[in-house]
């Protein structure tokens, strides 16, 4: 049964109580937020891109999972709302001129100060290490501090000029009740794009259809000038085909009109007699040739 030889055990060795929760290291937390990429778990390196939750990821990441969805990971569950390249801002960074990275850490020796950021506020100077809430805006990609935006109370971006809402102002890593917000937000806005997609279909074809009408169906003043009007290829066709007919008709009863005309006319009789219409022309069956010349002037 054991305890031989001496051994005393104690309490602790004997009763197993409850396991004590492990606690996250606070710090580690918000070096792997804003360091890493939430995707592929690499150092953040630019192009870096944010989704509509607040999310950091690089760019080339997001590419690679958006091409590749065979190969889902776990840690493709973070990024299950990124449907297309559309859904991610590039961010537009301003570098902190304190940093100093890993140039002075050659033999492996140096403290790594966890407070240091590579990235600052352009604003107010603050790093974003995590000890401070950070936004960008969605419409231009400029990161900020929040304590800028409150302080410096504008609808243009303080960089760039561009205007935002206050619906383009989107939390980076924060916290619960912020994603929560974001992502209500974030489904707001694409079934706002849905819906806009869905009346703008059926105002092309209520248009293209107008136009065929309008193209078919000649309009009343067009009907009262008495303009032409543009037929359709097929009446085109129909013509064409009838207007050889109609001229050869039209020949055939114009000559003999001509012929009528010319033996009916009050012309001298020798103008008559050069057509062969005249009296004089004709001959008689003693005075035609046999059948065999085939021509009837051969006597």
């Given at each position: 049964?054991?305890?031989?030889?001496?051994?005393?055990?104690k309490?602790?060795?004997?009763?197993k109580?409850?396991?004590?929760?492990?606690?996250?290291?606070?710090?580690?937390?918000?070096?792997?937020?804003?360091?890493?990429?939430?995707?592929?778990?690499?150092?953040?390196?630019?192009p870096?891109?944010?989704?509509?939750?607040?999310?950091?990821?690089?760019?080339?990441?997001?590419?690679?999972?958006l091409?590749?969805?065979?190969?889902?990971?776990?840690?493709?569950?973070?990024?299950?709302?990124?449907?297309?390249i559309?859904?991610?801002?590039?961010?537009?960074?301003?570098?902190?001129?304190?940093?100093?990275?890993?140039?002075?850490?050659?033999?492996?020796?140096?403290?790594?100060?966890l407070?240091?950021?590579?990235?600052?506020?352009?604003?107010?100077?603050?790093?974003?290490?995590?000890?401070?809430?950070?936004?960008?805006?969605?419409?231009?990609?400029?990161?900020?501090?929040?304590?800028?935006?409150?302080?410096?109370?504008?609808?243009?971006?303080?960089?760039?000029?561009?205007?935002?809402?206050?619906?383009?102002?989107?939390?980076?890593?924060?916290?619960?009740?912020d994603?929560?917000?974001?992502?209500?937000?974030m489904?707001?806005?694409?079934?706002?794009?849905?819906?806009?997609?869905?009346?703008?279909?059926?105002?092309?074809?209520?248009?293209?259809?107008?136009?065929?009408?309008?193209?078919?169906?000649?309009?009343?003043?067009?009907?009262?000038?008495?303009?032409?009007?543009?037929t359709?290829?097929?009446?085109?066709?129909?013509?064409?085909?009838?207007?050889?007919?109609?001229?050869?008709?039209?020949?055939?009863?114009?000559?003999?009109?001509?012929?009528?005309?010319?033996a009916?006319?009050?012309?001298s009789?020798?103008?008559?007699?050069l057509?062969?219409?005249?009296?004089?022309?004709?001959?008689?069956?003693?005075?035609?040739?046999?059948?065999?010349?085939?021509?009837?002037?051969?006597?």
């Amino acid at each position: 049964m054991g305890c031989d030889g001496g051994t005393i055990p104690k309490r602790h060795e004997l009763v197993k109580g409850p396991k004590k929760v492990e606690k996250v290291d606070k710090d580690a937390e918000l070096v792997a937020q804003w360091n890493y990429c939430t995707l592929s778990q690499e150092i953040l390196r630019r192009p870096i891109v944010a989704c509509e939750l607040g999310r950091l990821y690089n760019k080339d990441a997001v590419i690679e999972f958006l091409l590749d969805k065979s190969s889902e990971k776990a840690l493709g569950k973070a990024a299950s709302h990124i449907k297309s390249i559309k859904n991610v801002t590039e961010l537009r960074l301003s570098d902190n001129p304190a940093w100093e990275g890993d140039k002075g850490n050659t033999k492996g020796d140096k403290h790594d100060d966890l407070q240091r950021a590579r990235f600052i506020c352009p604003v107010v100077g603050l790093e974003m290490n995590g000890r401070h809430r950070f936004c960008f805006l969605r419409c231009c990609g400029c990161v900020f501090s929040e304590r800028a935006l409150k302080e410096i109370k504008a609808e243009v971006c303080h960089t760039c000029g561009a205007a935002f809402q206050e619906d383009d102002v989107i939390v980076l890593n924060g916290t619960k009740e912020d994603v929560e917000v974001l992502k209500s937000r974030m489904e707001e806005r694409r079934l706002r794009a849905k819906q806009g997609k869905k009346t703008k279909k059926p105002k092309a074809a209520e248009s293209v259809s107008k136009s065929e009408i309008s193209e078919e169906t000649p309009g009343p003043s067009k009907m009262k000038t008495g303009k032409p009007e543009e037929t359709s290829l097929d009446t085109r066709e129909k013509k064409t085909n009838s207007a050889p007919k109609s001229a050869a008709a039209h020949g055939i009863t114009s000559g003999k009109a001509a012929k009528r005309s010319i033996a009916d006319s009050e012309e001298s009789e020798a103008y008559k007699s050069l057509f062969t219409t005249h009296s004089s022309a004709k001959r008689s069956k003693e005075e035609s040739a046999h059948w065999v010349t085939h021509t009837s002037y051969c006597f």
